[in-house]
């Protein structure tokens, strides 16, 4: 099955810093690859997508992610961050084998400092 | 344009009993999914509809059923309710019904069984 993971459970930076936060992926041929950000008793939001084409693709929110192929990754960053960015921020993968299904990462809570 | 909706938002049911919950897809789309979140089985995919025609199903046991209807609107249903089915329940939409296409989601229903 498609699946992405995420290796951090909480990632902590000061506001004006640069953030990263990790997702890695194993699939089967071509990644259809999603970051998601949710609020505290709110639905998700759709940040950006990989398709094909740019390894880098922008988003929402001044957020930007980097689709690496040889590191099967795909990390989520900003380059300075915002206390109102933190969130608990899910990776994606769409299951071209099931179906449209997205399978989501467990999530990875970003906490911002002043 | 309006997002996706769902009613209700909260609800509070007793073991053994069913429930129906409500989404509507934002205006013009087609395929409608529904996900479950719990804290710890994270993001569940539960069934996606795409005019009117279950698509694809999640590993969910026969008491977990959908459907859509012509305007695109989706409800599911839960019987027999057990304590485990507490969870946020998730509706999300998509214009189109390929994998490329990123799904919006609605604010949740919070469903608590006791």
């Known amino acids: 099955a498609q699946s992405v993971a995420q290796p951090e459970d909480q990632v902590n930076v000061a506001e004006g810093n640069p953030l990263t936060v990790k997702c890695t992926y194993s699939?089967?041929?071509?990644?259809?690859l999603f970051w998601y950000v949710q609020y505290p008793n709110r639905g998700l939001q759709f940040l950006l997508k990989?398709?094909?084409?740019?390894?880098l693709v922008k988003g929402s929110y001044g957020f930007e992610a980097e689709f690496n192929k040889s590191q099967t990754s795909f990390h989520l960053k900003k380059p300075s961050a915002l206390v109102s960015d933190s969130a608990l921020y899910f990776c994606?993968?769409?299951?071209?084998?099931?179906?449209?299904?997205?399978?989501f990462g467990k999530g990875t809570s970003l906490l911002v400092t002043p | 344009k309006a997002g996706v909706t769902q009613t209700p938002r909260y609800l509070i049911k007793t073991r053994g009993q069913q429930v129906t919950l409500s989404c509507s897809p934002i205006?013009?789309?087609?395929?409608v999914s529904w996900y479950q979140q719990t804290p710890g089985q994270g993001l569940q995919f539960l069934f996606e509809?795409?005019?009117?025609?279950?698509?694809n199903k999640g590993n969910f046991p026969g008491r977990f059923s959908g459907r859509q209807f012509s305007n695109s609107r989706s409800e599911m249903n839960v019987s027999t309710l057990e304590l485990g089915d507490s969870a946020l329940y998730l509706c999300?939409?998509?214009?189109?019904?390929?994998?490329?296409?990123?799904?919006?989601f609605g604010p949740g229903t919070r469903l608590t069984v006791t």
């Open positions: 999300a939409s998509s214009r189109g019904g390929g994998g490329d296409y990123e799904q919006y």
């Open positions: 990989y398709i094909t084409g740019d390894n």
């Open positions: 509809y795409f005019s009117e025609t279950q698509r």
């Open positions: 994606a993968v769409r299951d071209l084998n099931s179906g449209y299904a997205l399978n």
């Open positions: 205006s013009g789309h087609r395929s």
């Open positions: 699939v089967s041929g071509n990644p259809y």
